[in-house]
């Protein structure tokens, strides 16, 4: 079974500082996704990023980008100029081909509370 | 633009009660989840379903049913509520398929109480 874990349950950040966010995964599997969400007080679910697995090049979404290293299975998201909006849950999730090259089901990771501060 | 949509957002039930929990999606896709968030465990699957008319156990499926007679609707049921059902529940759906996946569409979750 795959298992995703994150290490740092709170962080925080000064405004306009650079902060990376902890993952690590454990699977068998070759073909996958990986994900970060982030969850603002209001609680709602936002996708921030997300890698494919076979892709060696890190995916980058504006002040948003990750570090994917599939031999280590780790993959950190770095947050740069850090905005007060960013304050949330962030959450790392994985995805795996099921049999036949369909949809496997997103597992999370418990989850990182960032705080960034004025 | 609705995506997915879950009701009621807040509940209070006594103890032994039951309720369904509505999830909506309006994207046409073929696969919902429903999920459960508690405080350092993160989201955990519950049920799930691939299609409608078919649902499947998840991580933590124990004093949950499910139903998925309409494509754009997933039912979660508690038969006898219990405190340890105290959590926010999210709903999900994604198109499903062989890709490109772009992770869920989340509702804005629901709130349940025990007491």
């Known amino acids: 079974a795959q298992t995703v874990t994150q290490s740092q349950p709170e962080m925080s950040v000064q405004e306009a500082e650079t902060v990376t966010l902890s993952c690590t995964y454990d699977?068998?599997?070759?073909?996958?996704?990986l994900f970060w969400y982030k969850q603002p007080p209001s609680r709602q679910m936002i996708l921030v990023i997300r890698q494919e697995a076979y892709k060696q090049q890190n995916a980058t979404e504006n002040r948003f980008s990750v570090n994917f290293q599939k031999a280590a299975k780790s993959f950190s998201l770095k947050i740069s100029d850090s905005q007060l909006g960013d304050t949330a849950m962030y959450f790392c999730?994985?995805?795996?081909?099921?049999?036949?090259?369909?949809?496997?089901?997103?597992?999370f990771g418990k989850g990182t509370k960032l705080s960034v501060k004025p | 633009n609705a995506g997915v949509t879950q009701t009621p957002k807040f509940r209070v039930l006594k103890t032994g009660q039951s309720m369904t929990l509505l999830c909506a999606q309006d994207m046409n896709h073929e696969y919902m989840y429903w999920y459960r968030q508690d405080p350092g465990m993160g989201l955990r699957l519950i049920h799930y379903s691939v299609g409608e008319g078919t649902t499947a156990k998840g991580e933590v499926p124990d004093g949950y049913n499910v139903s998925r007679l309409k494509k754009q609707n997933f039912l979660l049921g508690l038969e006898s509520a219990a405190p340890s059902q105290t959590s926010v529940y999210f709903c999900?759906?994604?198109?499903?398929?062989?890709?490109?996946?772009?992770?869920?569409?989340f509702g804005s979750g629901t709130r349940l109480t025990v007491v």
């Open positions: 699977t068998s599997e070759n073909n996958y996704y």
């Open positions: 999730a994985f995805m795996k081909h099921a049999y036949g090259g369909s949809q496997g089901n997103l597992i």
């Open positions: 999900a759906s994604s198109p499903g398929g062989t890709g490109p996946w772009n992770g869920y569409t």
